[in-house]
């Protein structure tokens, strides 16, 4: 899964609008957003198998971002890091805390078996990734719903739709991209543009909360 995952940050700035949409999104791929780091160092290993439906990726070790313990932990320091720093409410740091295990569960679902349920424990995964159609219609389906969850919110706070229109198209243009662009062999220069795009995704979310802020006032 892959902006499938937003589809939580969204829904949450819907429930919870507190939070700036930027930490909800970073929340959403902080598990991630640690991984390709730890890739790149060489302490989570991947390899690529582009003979697999779906993803070529097969995550060979990785319990320090993906495991089940591991994800709890990221989702603690998530809420706690925007409660202590942004001096959010304590609904919303919650809430950030929530995005942020929802990365576990969205994996979950599409992974092969390479989760493991605790430290060096068994590996589950649902392997949609194994159907490739099911598992678009899954990302773009999470993704509308929780568009529309967005947009719902703000026209009942009289708010404009441009952001959630131009952030959605964004999300779904990054999906074709990274459907139809042939991904690096190198593990480590795969994990470097993973990363990228999870920054630069962030870092659009802060943009379009600004515009946002700016346009209301």
Do not use: C
């Not at 730890?38 to 690529?48: D, I, K, S, T, W």
């Not at 971002?65 to 942004?86: K, Q």
């Not at 598992?135 to 389906?141: K, N, T, V, Y």
């Not at 074709?176 to 870092?203: C, E, H, M």
């Amino acid at each position: 899964m892959f902006v499938g995952h937003y589809a939580a940050a969204l829904a949450a700035k819907a429930v919870e609008p507190r939070a700036p949409l930027w930490t909800y999104v970073g929340a959403a791929q902080l598990v991630d957003i640690a991984w390709s780091g730890l890739v790149m160092a060489g302490v989570e290993r991947l390899r690529l198998d582009e003979s697999l439906p779906g993803s070529p990726l097969v995550l060979e070790h990785m319990p320090w971002t993906h495991s089940l313990p591991a994800a709890v932990l990221w989702s603690l320091a998530a809420a706690v890091a925007v409660g202590l720093l942004l001096k959010l409410p304590r609904a919303a740091a919650v809430m950030v805390g929530l995005v942020a295990f929802s990365h576990w569960l969205g994996d979950l679902a599409v992974h092969r078996p390479d989760l493991e349920l605790w430290f060096g424990g068994d590996k589950v995964g649902f392997g949609l990734w194994n159907y490739p159609v099911p598992e678009e219609a899954l990302e773009m389906g999470l993704l509308g719903l929780g568009a529309a969850a967005w947009g719902w919110r703000r026209g009942q706070l009289g708010q404009s739709l441009a952001p959630v229109l131009g952030f959605t198209t964004f999300l779904i243009a990054l999906q074709i991209v990274a459907l139809v662009l042939p991904g690096s062999g190198d593990p480590a220069g795969f994990g470097r543009t993973a990363l990228i795009a999870y920054l630069v995704t962030t870092v659009l979310a802060w943009l379009a909360d600004r515009r946002s802020t700016a346009a209301t006032s």
